[in-house]
């Protein structure tokens, strides 16, 4: 990787990518609890609210991009600390565990909750451990990996 906004660009896309196939390959093609533009609607109404789920295929699309969206600024926060955390650096597989939690718990117990004030209770089920494996594997895994391997030429670790 070349430059700071490729690497950012790329591990917002690969995680933006794995974290959007991954709850539509389990949710709704194995367990067929809804489908993949209702996930992507679900997303649009964080902006949009009970408008996202009009039928206008254009609320997929915007979810979609708020997705990606959020998935890069996540990628981004990540690179701007690398370089400031040793941790980040010295212990690239449990950074990118501990980031995937992070990323869980500011999306799940911060950002929904101000977005739509009347959520269900969380309850430490499988669907909730599933969520935070999601989170782990598909943003922060993938981010923390890509970003490791921008440093490595731009930086001494």
């Known amino acids: 990787m070349k430059s700071k906004v490729g690497a950012v660009l790329l591990s917002g896309l690969v995680a933006g990518i794995l974290d959007i196939v991954t709850p539509i390959l389990i949710y709704a093609v194995i367990l067929q609890k809804t489908t993949a533009i209702k996930i992507l609607q679900s997303i649009a109404s964080g902006v ?15 979810g979609l991009i708020f997705h990606f969206i959020i998935a890069t600024i996540f990628a981004l926060f990540y690179f701007i600390i690398y370089p400031f955390i040793p941790f980040l650096k010295t212990k690239t597989i449990i950074s990118g565990f501990a980031y995937g939690i992070f990323v869980w ?20 089920d499988f669907p909730l451990l599933l969520s935070i494996l999601i989170h782990v594997f598909c943003i922060g895994l993938p981010i923390a990996l890509i970003t490791k391997k921008y440093y490595p030429k731009t930086s001494n670790n």
């Open 48 to 62: 949009f609210k009970q408008d996202a789920y009009s039928g206008d295929p254009k609320m997929a699309i915007y």
């Open 105 to 124: 718990i500011v999306m799940n117990l911060i950002v929904l909750p101000i977005v739509f004030p009347v959520l269900p209770a969380k309850n430490l």
